[in-house]
């Protein structure tokens, strides 16, 4: 490579140049790292809304060491019943990812028209959950339960006589779990629109927990109760 500059520069021009290449290069690594900036996208940098006078905030960890511990550290799961899930998880249910799901949050969940439902199982949701996430386990909408039509006209369904529900005011849905390898919102998702809920106002965050914490977002405590 010298014998290069040579013929091109000449000696002194030559050394000359790779000295100052050399001294730019140790400029450049001596140079101290900026912080980096971690927002949800471009231009958001965190994602601030209320339910029912409850402030929330969502926002990505800028730790550059913050890696993935506990649970769901692992990669590898007993199938069954921990299989990998289709994306879609039911018939004209839509499948968000995390941009759709907080797009979700600031539009439905925050103006009453929606709700962000975790179909994980009570100790699950106490370890974290995302915030304004509501707890209705998978197994509560099963049609064996008994307190199954308490449950739906919790989520807005209303009575219509015989034991029958009208579904024409409910909230729009979106029903999560704990990632690709969790069947619960998926049974979740199935035993609604078994029992009648409406399929456009359901929606499938496929990622879950698994993926919301690969990306640093924020998790909620759930309260404890006295």
């Known amino acids: ?84 899930q289709p994306v879609q998880a039911a018939p004209g249910v839509p499948t968000l990812g995390e941009v759709e799901l907080l797009a979700f949050l600031r539009d439905k969940v925050a103006t009453g028209e929606g709700v962000l439902l975790d179909a994980r199982l009570p100790d699950w949701f106490a370890k974290g959950s995302i915030p304004s996430a509501v707890n209705v386990p998978f197994a509560t909408l099963a049609p064996e339960n008994p307190f199954r039509y308490d449950i739906l006209q919790a989520l807005g369904a209303r009575p219509a006589g015989g034991g029958k529900l009208d579904f024409s005011a409910v909230p729009e849905l979106v029903v999560f779990c704990n990632g690709a390898w969790s069947d619960q919102s998926p049974r979740a998702l199935t035993a609604l629109i078994e029992a009648g809920y409406p399929v456009e106002k359901l929606r499938y965050y496929r990622g879950g927990m698994q993926d919301w914490l690969m990306l640093g977002l924020t998790v909620a405590m759930a309260e404890r109760q006295e």
């Open 1 to 84: 490579m010298l014998g290069v500059f040579h013929m091109l520069f000449g000696a002194q021009k030559a050394l000359a140049y790779l000295l100052s290449c050399a001294c730019l290069a140790h400029a450049f690594l001596a140079l101290p790292a900026a912080a980096e900036t971690v927002a949800l996208i471009e231009g958001l940098p965190e994602l601030r809304f209320a339910v029912n006078g409850q402030t929330f905030t969502i926002a990505r960890t800028a730790d550059p060491q913050a890696v993935i511990t506990g649970e769901f550290a692992r990669t590898s799961r007993a199938c069954p019943p921990f299989c990998m």
